[in-house]
């Protein structure tokens, strides 16, 4: 009996974006992908690290994404670092446009998952990036939370 995966389970997530980034705004789009990219999706072989986001003539492009070949396909290869488009409504990119035109706001991938539908989605965020004092009291709050979580463990 195979095991179906739980809804909106992440194949891959940018774990430094939340750390590297103040996130102002969530939004969830599409992803046009071909051939055996979907197949390799599902076995969980791609990573959002050193991927972004860019608005262009006709829409948004996440670049860098790092999706490996499927290792049974038989149609041939496919560049693991291409350019694919991201769906979004038209009133959505023209909301986005004039804020990512901003100086100091950009677009950042957060995570890559397959909806209920099991259709491949993708998280962006706006976001606005972190100084260094910024990432330093980050760190403080989550060794403190480390600290509150243990010390809490330790007394029951």
């Known amino acids: 009996m195979s095991k179906k995966p739980s809804l909106n389970a992440a194949v891959c997530r940018n774990r430094k974006a939340s750390f ?30 050193e991927a972004y986001i860019r608005i262009e003539d006709d829409g948004l492009w996440l670049i860098g994404c790092h999706i490996a070949p499927y290792t049974f396909d038989t149609c ?24 990512v035109a901003q100086k100091g706001l950009t677009l950042v991938p957060l995570r890559l998952y397959f909806n209920s539908r099991g259709i ?8 606005r990036g972190k100084r260094l004092t910024d990432k330093r009291q980050t760190l403080k709050e989550r060794e403190h939370k480390r600290e509150m979580d243990r010390a809490q463990r330790d007394s029951r």
Request: net charge positive.
């Open 76 to 99: 041939g290869r496919y560049d693991a670092l291409r350019r694919r488009k991201l769906l979004v409504h038209a009133r959505e990119l023209r909301k986005l446009a004039p804020k």
């Open 20 to 49: 590297r980034f103040e996130l102002l705004e969530r939004l969830e789009c599409g992803l046009v992908l071909r051939g055996a990219e979907v197949k390799s999706l599902r076995e969980g072989r791609a990573s959002l690290e």
């Open 120 to 127: 491949a989605k993708v998280e962006i965020a706006l976001a």
